[in-house]
């Protein structure tokens, strides 16, 4: 079965380079018709990993093709999901299925109450790739892929392609819990580096700020249903500082790009979240409200 990818950016073109060589049948969904006569000028999507290129001329088309779509991988950013598949809705199959792998939470939920007819698989990918150029991939840091149904279920058959095509992957049944936990971990860490303009490692200098940030969000995980002992986030939060000590967070890196952040599906979603359940979250929506500021100085969305 045909694997249409929604998104070619850097994660959209790890998955469909690495399932196209792998001799499995992809279509890339772009998203204009400029976009698309560029991708064919250009041959293909390159993709470039430990050092070497190579050219994968994947089949592409525009989102009102005709075909009917059986399983559809979104791989656009979070605010940018929910409206990319709108536009080819009309082509979903009545029991088609939709891998999601955008960060945090919120998009994925829309999608799922507005497409009920399929089933969507929600991901938390660790990997990492950035783009150089609209149309080349660089894989940028292994890692692992969770895959779940948040209604239950049994794993799909389709897993086997990712074998295939080398795709680290993990059936996860709880992948609700596994994302609110990178969520909380994202909220901790990515905000604080864009304020205090700073990589992950030197927000060792602020561990009050990050020990009240993660008291804070335990309790929100809790409330949530996501339970977690006390202390188990701030440990956490401080391995993962300490291994990606040299790097800057995405967030930090998008906001020095220039770029929109996914706050709304990050803070935004955890602070709603707290406000909808009545609990008292003053720091998180202290960082929020500091954060949208901060953003909105520089011209970016603030949500
Ligand atoms: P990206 O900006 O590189 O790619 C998104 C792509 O979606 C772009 O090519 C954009 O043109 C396309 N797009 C947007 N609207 C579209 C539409 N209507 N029709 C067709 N295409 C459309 O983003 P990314 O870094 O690949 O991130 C995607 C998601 O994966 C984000 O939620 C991100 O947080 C998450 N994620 C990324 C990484 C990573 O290393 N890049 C790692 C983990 C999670
Ligand atoms: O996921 C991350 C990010 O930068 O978005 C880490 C490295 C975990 C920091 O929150």
Redesign the pocket.
Known sequence: MTWHV????????LWATRLARAGLPVRL???SAQ?LAEYHRAGGLTLSEAGRSSLHAISAEL?DASTPIQRLLV????Y?AE??IA?LAQRLAPSCEILL????LGSQQAIAKRWPQARCIFVS???????EG?LQVVF??QGQNWLGDPNGGTAPAWLDDLDRAGIPHIWSSDILTRLWRKLALNCAINPLTVLHDCRNGELLQYRQQLTELCEELTELLNTCGQATAPGDLKSEVLRVIDATAANYS?MYQDVRLGRRT?IAYLLGYACRSADSLDLAVPRLHELHLRLREHLGQRGLPTD
Do not use: F, H, M, V
């Open positions: 929604l998104g070619a950016g850097a994660l959209g073109g969904i772009l998203r976009r989102p791989a656009c950013k979070a940018d409206a990319a536009q792998l955008q960060n945090g990918s660790t990997e990492g790739a950035y783009r609209a940028a840091g995405s996914e």
